[in-house]
């Protein structure tokens, strides 16, 4: 087992670790294990400027999220290799990929029974994000490590204030479809937040 191996293995199940290392070497990828950001999981950046594939992913995911994240992630690395950028980013073809690459995860059968079952409907048709599936969010936060002081931003009062994770301070608007818009205090800059984004309360 290679250092890297190991050292996937704290942020994902362990049985996923091996295949995803392969990947890494498959694709010449550089794999950053990133903060905890507000805005988004995971990132992808496509070689660029004498850079190679680059994929970022929040440190603090739980390792179910952080794999599925990860696997999305590598599903823009593979269709960019396939299709540079002649396609939507989230397309059918983008789609396709990623189910393709989730389903020896799928048969390992490394996730629980009810998020399993929820895998297989999401692969049909998978969103832009996790994220935009309230339902799978709502399954991959049961695993998440409880966090004292912490709370969804559907569970902030209208009006009230909340601090992200990165210590910004917004306060909570009215809801624009399925998303919070919220205002940052110090900059008066909008901003959409999923419902189940978990954020602070002021002490």
């Known amino acids: 087992m290679t250092d890297?191996?190991?050292?996937l293995k704290k942020y994902m199940p362990?049985?996923?670790a091996p295949l995803i290392s392969t990947w890494i070497d498959q694709y010449q990828a550089i794999l950053k294990i990133s903060k905890s950001r507000s805005t988004k999981l995971g990132d992808y950046r496509h070689p660029y400027l004498g850079q190679g594939h680059r994929i970022s992913v929040n440190f603090n995911l739980n390792p179910?999220?952080?794999l599925i994240t990860l696997v999305h992630e590598f599903a823009h690395l593979v269709c960019y290799n396939q299709f540079k950028n002649k396609v939507k980013p989230h397309g059918s073809?983008?789609?396709g990929i990623f189910k393709i690459l989730m389903d020896p995860f799928m048969a390992m059968q490394i996730f629980p029974n009810e998020l399993q079952t929820h895998l297989v409907n999401y692969l049909i048709n998978p969103a832009a994000s996790s994220c935009s599936d309230v339902n799978l969010m709502r399954i991959l936060e049961k695993y998440d490590m409880p966090r004292p002081g912490t709370t969804f931003v559907e569970?902030?009062?209208?009006?009230?204030?909340?601090?992200?994770?990165d210590g910004r301070c917004f306060k909570k608007g009215e809801k624009l479809r399925?998303?919070?818009k919220c205002e940052e205090v110090s900059?008066?800059?909008?901003?959409?937040?999923?419902?189940?984004a978990k954020v602070k309360l002021p002490e």
């Open 4 to 7: 890297r191996t190991a050292l």
């Open 14 to 16: 362990e049985p996923a």
């Open 64 to 66: 179910y999220a952080f």
């Open 93 to 95: 073809e983008w789609k």
């Open 155 to 165: 569970h902030v009062l209208h009006g009230a204030l909340f601090f992200t994770p």
């Open 178 to 180: 399925k998303r919070f």
């Open 187 to 196: 900059t008066r800059r909008m901003y959409l937040f999923n419902p189940l």
